[in-house]
Every structure is written in structure tokens, then in C-alpha cells.
């Protein structure tokens, strides 16, 4: 029914209902509620109002609560005098049924009512379960404000597919990775903790690719600057971290050379715990973040910290091949298949969740490549020290050390960091750590000792 239609109905009904001396506000509210309890929310946290699609809530922007306000208040001036007649037809009257109607409990709602149950997912044709991959009608509790761009559909993806064989090279463990990955970005969950690095040369589709996932999650992916990743001299407003609430994927290109993670924020986007954030002039709030991290680049950035939580955080996914024949149209091609591409990322999906993600080899082969590229204090080792962990007969002073990874990290660009994480990290490569009253040392490793020549 039109809503025109089922207001005009809405409204008759509920002037029939009333005596003829409730004129009321209060009393047109009540009205109100009952007519629109099961197409209206009025979210406090937000101060919008939403309507039900009869597949999902929408945000209202045209102020039709407003207008269904005064169509009703128009409707119960028929039944009454010419003074009560006034006071319901002025724009105020209606204005204040509105205003009791956002704090019925029947209506009112907060931030916490919206999308919360991590496995389902809206679409335009009706609710996915991806616990099961299966596509049900749309249900006003379960509060889903959110659809991706298309419903799955189960005919087939053949260019979608050619394109992964293409820029994998026919890997079909990384197909199966890629797959999984993008299903697990269907949910809300963050149990992977995982950020997804994207890298190659121009040109070999990593783009194509994350423009195509994304467009397809359409309401639940969201693109982030990649200065809320990057390190930076300042604080970074907690804005950045304030609209990413909500989303299932974040993406974001890197493009220059040289820029370094911002470690300890990823941690916390990664960590699977609370954020604070908040828009500008408002005030804190705490969400948990539903969103994994998908970023591509030319370049990978400096890792200044390879510790185990950073081990745990990052996978790089080489994209290296080029097309023999690139195709300038190809991600517009891929949009005609993006029903059958959900549905793919849904069989991912399922797959993941019965198998976990499964890492390929190319993957943890160039995830420890990059570890060991960035470990700057791997290399001071090697290049700067006399090494063997077993050999307590060889140790130096941590004065002495710490000194020399300071000078060597500095002249590298890098951060030294402190005496304390200094012995944190030679605890870490196992060099055994002695306090004495005079002296500090560590076992098992000594300074190089650098040749002279002479004339």
C-alpha cells in the first residue's frame, strides 16, 4: 500500500477514535504511535528519524514524520469546533505530536538498536543469514539500516573469475584466500584481527578488485584517508576513528613512498576492543568496531615495530601480474556479475567460518618478507654485533649496545625507542640479560669489532 493511502486510512481511523474534546498534543501523539509503531523510529543518538522500507529502516530526509503529523492533526480538526479547530491546524500543534511521538517507547531508540547482530546482512532483496548463506524477508526488529548494492543471486560469475585467475596467476589457494577474506568483510565480526595489505605495481588489478568488493558492500564498506593509518607528528582527531562506526569493510590507497604505519592506532582498529571517538563538537562515545582493514599501495609502509603484535596484525597479498590484454572497461564489466559476486563472497563466507581463514603460502611468504624487509633490529644485529645466544662468554654492556642501536637506528631513519624496549627486544632475540651492582649486560652478543687499516 502507498503510504499516501495508508495514511489517509491511518488518519480517519484515528479521528474516529477520539472524543471530541481531546485536542490534546499528548493525546494526538498517542494516535500518532499507534498508527506508525511498525514503520517509525526516531533515533535519539543520531536525531533522525528512520522509516521502515519493507526491507530495511531508511533514514528519513524529507520530514515525513513531520508531514504525517499534520496530516493526522488535519484529519482531527473535522471533529472539532472552530477554536479547537485553530489551535490542531497551527503548524506548532503538529510540531509538538512529533515531539511527544520521538519519546515513545514504542519509537525511541539509540545507535545500539541498529545492526546489531553481526550475521546478518541487509540487501535490497531481503535479509542474509550468513550463518547458513541464506536470503530471508526483511524484519523491522531486527533493525538492519544497512544494504549492499545487490541481492545475491546463484548464476555464475565467469568474469569475475578470469580476473582472479589472471592477476593470482592461477593460485587457487590465494583465490580461496581472497574469498574467504571478503566474506568474512560480509560480518560484523572482527575475530581475524587482522589488517589485508594489498600491493603491486600499477596495473595488475588491485584496484579493480577492492573498488569492486567495495561497491558491492555499498552501505557497509567505507573509504578512510590513509592518514588516519599513517604515523604523524600530531594527535589524530578522534573523527577518523568516529566514521568508521557502523561499516563492515574500511578501505583506503596508499601512494607515497616512505610513510610508516601508525602501529599503535592499528593495534586498537585491529584489537577487537572499544573505541572512543567523536564527530567534531560533540561529545565521546564508545563503539565496537565491526570493521576489518583492507588497504592497497604501490608501496608498503615502514614497519618501525616488528614485534609479535605486529605479526599477528598484518597480511601482505602480493597482486604482481599484469594483464597481457588490460581491459580499461573491466570494472564496469564486473558490475553486471556483482549479484553473482555476493553470492561468491557468501560461499566465502561459509567457508571460513567451517574452515578459518586459510593462509596461502604466497601470503605468509610475503607477510615474513616484509617482516624481515622492515626489522631494523634484526639487521643491526647481523651487521653491527658478534651473535651466539649459547655463548656466555661473550657479552657487552647494555650502555654500550643500546648506544650503538641508537646511532645505527637513527642513521637508518628509524625510531631507537627506549632502554626498556631496547631490553625488551634483546630479550626477545633470546640474549640472556644480567643486573649486577656495577654493571648492566646482555650474554651471547658483543659489538663487532670494525677493521682498521693503516698506511
Known sequence: ??????????????????????????????????????????????????????????????????QWARELARK??????E?????????????????????????????????ADPWLLGTPGGTV???TGKLGDGCRDDGITKTTAVAPLENGCPLWLQFLQETTGGDADLIRFLQQWCGYCLTGL???????FVYGPGGNGKSVFLNTVAGILKDYG???????????????????????????????????????????????MTGGDRISARFMRQDFFEFLPQFKLMIVGNHKPVLRNVDDAARRRFLMVPFERK?????????????????????????GCLDWQQNGLSKPAIVLAATEEYFSDQDMFAHWLVEECETDIHNMDKSEASSVLFKAWRDYALSSGSTPGTQLSFKDQMTRHGFKYFRGRRVREFFGVRIRQKASFQD
Open 190 to 196: 572482527t575475530r581475524e584481527h587482522t589488517l589485508v
Open 129 to 131: 543469514d550468513l550463518r
Open 323 to 347: 594483464p597481457k590484454n588490460p581491459d580499461r572497461e573491466l570494472e564496469q564489466k564486473l558490475q553486471g556479475e556483482a549479484s553473482a559476486i555476493l553470492q561468491w563472497m557468501i560461499e
Open 76 to 81: 482531527l480538526a473535522e471533529n472539532q469546533d
Open 1 to 66: 500500500m502507498k503510504d499516501a493511502e495508508r495514511n489517509e486510512r491511518n488518519a480517519k481511523k484515528g479521528a474516529a477514535s477520539l472524543p471530541n474534546d481531546i485536542v490534546t498534543e499528548d493525546s494526538a501523539a498517542v494516535t500518532f504511535v499507534d498508527q506508525h509503531a511498525s514503520d517509525l523510529r526516531f533515533c535519539h543518538s543520531t536525531g533522525s528519524w528512520f522509516r521502515w522500507s519493507e526491507v530495511y529502516w531508511v533514514k528519513d530526509q524529507t520530514g515525513t514524520a513531520f
Open 222 to 268: 567505507t573509504t578512510a584517508a590513509m592518514d588516519t593509518f599513517s604515523a604523524s607528528n600530531g594527535d589524530k582527531h578522534p573523527t577518523d576513528l568516529a566514521m568508521l562506526r557502523g561499516a563492515r569493510l574500511v578501505t583506503a590507497s596508499e601512494t607515497e613512498e616512505g610513510r610508516a604505519w601508525a602501529e599503535s592506532r592499528i593495534k586498537q
Open 83 to 115: 477554536r479547537k479547530r485553530y489551535i490542531t491546524n497551527k503548524t506548532s500543534f503538529a510540531g509538538g505530536v512529533e515531539r511527544f511521538a520521538k519519546v515513545d517507547p514504542k519509537l525511541a531508540v539509540t545507535m545500539d538498536y541498529w545492526d
